[in-house]
């Protein structure tokens, strides 16, 4: 019996799992590598990603499904495996970044649209035939200074989320769920309510755009910012404040139908990005799961400790691990900081 997108997107939120982001562009993921002194190669970034995908306790346990760039869908290990069999035998999900990128967007102050929908029919059969059975979409909205509060516009805002609804629409054309994400950016001088008062509206509109396009919620996942301030302004929000308001802003804005809320990390620091998830689900009354899709809270320790070189996966494996199951602990809210303590 085939698995519907009701199914896959109810596996992708299962209890005590979250999504690994691996699917940096080239040349995003060579400033990672540029961090820890390694060439970005393609033998290279298969290799790292190669140990991150047969991490098996990390995959089976606590990973439900990897989002993977063009390159690394199409890979095989070093012993003629693909990286898409490796992946679904411990149990996850393969998924693909299928945007091309947010580009400029023409008559605003330098706002983007994220482009890619060309071709993008063709490209879900193919991805699909390749094994995917999820997608991911990313519009990237930016908040202006406090001398300048023109952005976001309504045309940057209305130009993304339609983008998003048409590529939602043709992800569940092929029977691929599609992962949406409005990411308003941490850049920025913002407060959290300043934050919280953009995101609403970005996810009004979204949603909006989404019933527009006749999009499946029950087939759909959001991951999106969470509302917290941008790291130049002078008052950070604590722990329970971030939760407390991201759980508010999410309760506003997001139909139940929907399976799963997979949080962006969005440039938080490993501990912040666990700690904020753990703190918003202890929540009573959530509608839907609350989970990571994250990439650098998840990747960023195994990075360093693989260094670029073979010989530490399993130092690299360790560290991805850890990471995992701390986030594992958070969406149930169960972590705590004394056992991220004991269990470094």
């Not at 992800?171 to 008062?197: R, S």
């Not at 790291?231 to 139908?257: F, H, S, Y």
């Not at 990075?303 to 594992?328: P, T, V």
Request: proline fraction near 4%; charged fraction near 25%.
């Amino acid at each position: 019996m085939t698995e519907t997108i009701e199914d896959i997107a109810q596996r992708m939120v299962a209890p005590g799992k979250g999504i690994l982001a691996a699917d940096e562009s080239t040349g995003t993921i060579k400033k990672r590598f540029d961090a820890i002194n390694t060439e970005s190669t393609a033998e290279s970034r298969r290799d790292y990603r190669e140990m991150l995908f047969r991490t098996d306790e990390a995959m089976r346990e606590y990973i439900s499904g990897v989002i993977l760039y063009d390159e690394t869908i199409r890979q095989k290990a070093k012993d003629g495996t693909p990286l898409v069999e490796i992946i679904k035998a411990a149990g996850a999900i393969p998924g693909i970044k299928v945007d091309a990128g947010a580009k400029p967007l023409a008559g605003s102050n330098g706002e983007k649209v994220t482009e890619g929908l060309d071709g993008l029919r063709e490209r879900f059969a193919e991805y699909h035939a390749l094994g995917a059975r999820f997608a991911k979409w990313r519009a990237v909205i930016e908040i202006g200074s406090k001398g300048d509060r023109s952005k976001p516009s309504h045309n940057c805002i209305h130009a993304n989320t339609h983008a998003l609804a048409r590529y939602a629409a043709l992800a569940q054309e092929q029977g691929i769920v599609p992962i949406v994400e409005p990411e308003v950016l941490m850049d920025g001088d913002h407060d959290i309510d300043t934050c919280y008062d953009v995101t609403k509206w970005a996810l009004k509109e979204l949603y909006q755009e989404l019933d527009y396009a006749g999009v499946k919620l029950e087939g759909s996942i959001l991951k999106p910012n969470m509302a917290i301030a941008g790291k130049l302004c002078a008052k950070q929000a604590g722990v329970d404040e971030v939760a407390e308001k991201t759980v508010k802003l999410m309760k506003e804005c997001v139909p139940p139908a929907v399976p799963g809320i997979v949080f962006l990390s969005g440039g938080q620091s490993d501990h912040d990005a666990t700690a904020h998830l753990n703190a918003m689900n202890t929540h009573d009354d959530l509608p839907w799961a609350l989970s990571f899709s994250y990439g650098r809270a998840l990747q960023a320790a195994p990075q360093k400790a693989w260094a670029g070189n073979n010989n530490n996966w399993s130092k690299g494996q360790a560290a991805f691990l850890h990471r995992a199951r701390m986030n594992s602990l958070a969406t149930t809210g169960n972590w705590t900081e004394q056992v991220e303590k004991e269990a470094a």
